[in-house]
């Protein structure tokens, strides 16, 4: 699996997300805070003191100054910090803060009668400028406009510096709480996949045929509970699995000992039919074919019998291989000839020698070509090929081939095809017991195998491969 698939990496993932969103948010929503607290803290502390201060001129002496007397409303003003400029009609006090960059908004605003103040860049540095009307009280004792302009302009320098330094502190908690979610995202997934590898490694055993594995239940969260679930299963299913396999073992005992205490009332009776059968001929034309089916049915349950208890040897794994250093093709030969297949079978059999049980190749070969014979269409063929590793052993035949619903199951037990091929007799054994007799033979590291597949211009191909030195290799390791 990818590690960026993982459980781990995806908690891991989702714990620093959260963490930086919750960060971000946090210190996002402080920084703001905070900045509009600094910037409205300096903007109101400069309004009050401008207004402060100018409240010392009233009443004013004189509602039409000249320049001098601008330059001293100014002055009122101005510190250290803040410059300013006093305006009245086309007048202006001398120095100070020049007009010109004052916004036009804030200048109509101030020039309408109200107090305003406006935050601009001047010189690359954040500026506050404030603009106010100075007001005379008539002899009616009501106020109104003198038209003198008053305007401040005040660095706020000091308040960015304070503003970054709270973005940098922003920052680093941010940076410290995705640390902290990292730390506790690693313990958290220790804490929840340790549960989660636990149950897989339990798992794995038990796909691998480990019955009895359980695993620890520690706490009594989910997780828990999945581990509680997964060790009943465990138990069940071992439960399961061992009455199978007892009831298994009981069959293949029952199939075992069945068919060896009728080998024996078989014998007697195959022994009969075949009398019977020679003194057919001689029998009314009834009681003639009466005793020939009789011979033939005995010499099938005999076989079936025989099969019965090949395969009940293999369940048990009481066969065993006799391997011997033979020519293979020779072996082939004799297996065809002793059957009568010689006339009815094409060979290519050029000497291979091996070390395989000869009997065993002699079943497997029987099986196959009598096969071919009964079910296919002629030619069949045999071939013999070999090389440094293995002996290949080719039967054909020119049949209807074999359908591909039916392939999966050609050496499966008592299996008939009757869809591909019309079977007339046979225990639906002999193709299993071939497999059976190839796998048996190994060196080691390699098996036996028996193939089966349709050729692409028609007919069936069953394909034997056996280790070349399986034997050999076995006595000697």
């Known amino acids: 699996m990818s590690r960026l698939g993982s459980l781990r990496t995806r908690l891991l993932l989702a714990f620093a997300t959260l963490s930086?969103?919750?960060?971000?948010?946090?210190?996002?929503?402080?920084?703001?805070?905070?900045?509009?607290?600094?910037?409205?803290?300096?903007?109101?502390?400069?309004?009050?003191?401008?207004t402060t201060r100018l409240e010392t001129l009233f009443?004013?002496?004189?509602?039409?100054?000249d320049e001098a007397g601008l330059r001293e409303i100014a002055g009122v003003v101005t510190d250290r910090e803040t410059s300013a400029v006093?305006?009245?009609?086309?007048?202006?006090?001398?120095?100070?803060?020049?007009?010109?960059?004052?916004?036009?908004?804030?200048?109509?605003?101030?020039s309408d009668g109200r107090i305003a103040w406006q935050r601009v860049q001047f010189g690359g540095a954040p500026v506050l400028m404030i603009g106010t009307p100075l007001l005379i009280v008539g002899p009616d004792g009501m106020t109104e406009p003198s038209g003198i302009e008053v305007y401040t302009a005040r660095s706020l320098l000091a308040e960015q510096h304070s503003i970054e330094q709270l973005a940098e502190r922003a920052w680093l908690i941010g940076g410290v709480a995705l640390a902290v979610a990292v730390a506790v995202a690693?313990?958290?997934?220790?804490?929840?996949?340790?549960?989660?590898?636990?149950?897989?490694?339990?798992a794995r055993r038990l796909g691998e045929g480990d019955l009895?594995?359980?695993?620890?239940?520690?706490?009594?969260?989910?997780?828990?509970e999945v581990g509680h679930?997964?060790?009943?299963?465990?138990?069940?299913?071992?439960?399961?699995?061992?009455?199978?396999?007892?009831?298994?073992?009981?069959?293949?005992?029952?199939?075992?000992?069945?068919?060896?205490?009728?080998?024996?009332?078989l014998a007697a009776v195959a022994a009969v039919a075949d009398i019977l059968d020679e003194d057919a001929d001689a029998l009314p034309d009834e009681?003639?074919?009466?005793?020939?089916?009789?011979?033939?049915?005995?010499?099938?349950?005999?076989?079936?019998?025989?099969?019965?208890?090949?395969?009940s040897r293999f369940d048990s794994g009481a066969a065993a291989l006799e391997p011997d250093e033979v020519d293979v093709a020779e072996v082939v030969r004799a297996s065809l000839r002793a059957r009568g297949f010689t006339e009815r079978v094409e060979t290519e059999l050029p000497p291979v020698t091996a070390v395989v049980d000869p009997r065993r190749v002699d079943v497997i070969v029987a099986n196959l070509v009598g096969n071919a014979l009964r079910h296919g269409e002629p030619p069949v063929s045999v071939r013999l090929t070999g090389d440094a590793e293995w002996v290949t052993v080719e039967v054909r035949d020119h049949g209807p081939g074999l359908d591909a619903a039916v392939l999966p199951h050609v050496f499966d037990r008592f299996y008939k095809a009757d869809?591909?091929?019309?079977?007339?007799?046979?225990?639906?054994?002999?193709?299993?017991?071939?497999?059976?007799n190839a796998v048996l033979h190994h060196d080691g590291t390699r098996r036996g195998e028996l193939t089966a597949a349709s050729a692409p211009d028609g007919g069936a191909v069953f394909t034997l491969r056996l280790p070349r030195w399986a034997g050999e290799r076995e006595a000697h390791a």
């Open 287 to 311: 009681l003639g074919r009466a005793a020939r089916l009789v011979s033939q049915e005995a010499h099938n349950l005999t076989r079936l019998v025989n099969d019965l208890m090949e395969i």
């Open 419 to 436: 869809a591909a091929r019309a079977r007339s007799e046979g225990s639906g054994l002999g193709l299993a017991i071939a497999r059976e």
């Open 86 to 110: 006093a305006i009245h009609g086309g007048a202006r006090s001398a120095g100070g803060l020049d007009p010109e960059v004052i916004p036009g908004e804030l200048r109509l605003t101030v």
């Open 186 to 202: 690693l313990l958290a997934a220790r804490g929840v996949l340790r549960p989660v590898r636990e149950l897989g490694d339990a």
């Open 229 to 265: 679930t997964f060790n009943d299963t465990a138990a069940q299913l071992q439960r399961h699995v061992e009455r199978l396999r007892a009831m298994e073992a009981d069959a293949r005992r029952f199939v075992a000992d069945v068919s060896h205490e009728l080998r024996t009332p």
């Open 20 to 50: 930086v969103l919750t960060a971000v948010a946090v210190a996002g929503a402080s920084y703001v805070q905070s900045r509009n607290l600094v910037l409205q803290q300096a903007q109101d502390a400069a309004v009050v003191s401008m």
């Open 212 to 224: 009895s594995t359980r695993i620890a239940v520690r706490g009594s969260d989910e997780l828990a």
């Open 59 to 65: 009443p004013l002496r004189d509602p039409e100054p």
